[in-house]
């Protein structure tokens, strides 16, 4: 079986970082648990080091770039350490249950050309099994203010017959957690590190597209997804909306190759959204 390691990306956040480490540490199946600080800006980077041992590595982003940037580090560093290997990429903020789900999501990358796979994502007590891709009119159909969550029911996720068997095949899976061969990733030239926050899972697919490669869900396998929930200020929702609105243009335009009409109807739905959220936020106020 190929080496299996773990990419785990902190961003000023080393007690929930260290939290997943404690919980790890002592997996005989991990070859290597490497940390990437992604240029925090408290002091993440200095409390991680004193962790660092044979089997804990800690390096770091000199510059502010995007989670898929930090993940790109790792797994380059991996690499060229180990040669062909398996690596998990994480957030900090999860509880992994087993060390043989470790283990049985490596060994799932024997089995049909499966590529990339990922766990059942527990969010609490929202499951996340993966989705369809979207096409542009789905995208387009997802910016509809009032009705767009009828159309995400309707398209962005798989009927519960769809995953009956142990691997389920689907189009993207959570980025929070997941496995991916080196041989896939060198054949896709690694993550696109132009989006920041959103659409890296839909993107990473479509790279996958043309390849003989699979992406799977481990029905059996669980993981949870402890983030936390709260409450944003007007201005951070918006920001953060116009930050999902930018990777969701540059995910249509370069990765479905949406035409001039379609890229006019996508900036239309954008704006009337928005123009919806800036209300929304007002008359909270």
């Not at 390691?5 to 480490?21: C, G, W």
């Not at 951070?236 to 001039?260: C, D, G, H, P, W």
Request: aromatic content about 12%.
């Amino acid at each position: 079986m190929k080496k299996l390691t773990i990419v785990i990306v902190n961003y000023n956040d080393y007690s929930t970082t260290k939290t997943l480490i404690d919980n790890i540490k002592d997996y005989e199946c991990l070859t290597q648990i490497l940390i990437v600080d992604n240029h925090s800006t408290d002091n993440s980077y200095k409390q991680l080091k004193k962790i660092e041992n044979k089997k804990i590595t800690v390096i770091r982003n000199n510059k502010s770039k995007s989670y898929a940037a930090g993940l790109n580090l790792g797994a380059k560093y991996l690499i060229k350490k180990y040669g062909k290997c398996n690596i998990i990429f994480s957030n900090s903020d999860i509880i992994i249950k087993e060390e043989t789900d470790l283990v049985k999501l490596s060994k799932d990358t024997d089995k049909y050309n499966i590529g990339v796979v990922g766990p059942v994502i527990n969010e609490h007590g929202t499951l996340n099994r993966g989705w369809p891709l979207p096409t542009t009119k789905k995208e387009i159909l997802y910016n509809l203010p009032f009705i767009s969550r009828y159309f995400k029911k309707k398209y962005s996720s798989y009927k519960e017959n769809h995953y009956a068997e142990e691997l389920a095949i689907v189009g993207a899976v959570s980025g929070c957690f997941f496995l991916v061969s080196s041989d896939l990733l060198k054949e896709i030239n690694y993550f696109d590190e132009t989006t920041h926050l959103y659409y890296e899972e839909n993107i990473l697919a479509k790279k996958i597209e043309n390849t003989k490669y699979q992406i799977a869900i481990d029905t059996t396998i669980e993981v949870i997804h402890n983030h936390s929930v709260t409450i944003d200020k007007a201005e951070s929702r918006i920001n953060k909306y116009k930050i999902l609105k930018t990777s969701q243009k540059y995910f249509v335009e370069k990765y479905l190759k949406a035409n001039k009409i379609e890229l006019f109807l996508l900036w239309m739905t954008n704006k009337l959204s928005l123009i919806i959220l800036y209300i929304r936020c007002f008359i909270k106020k």
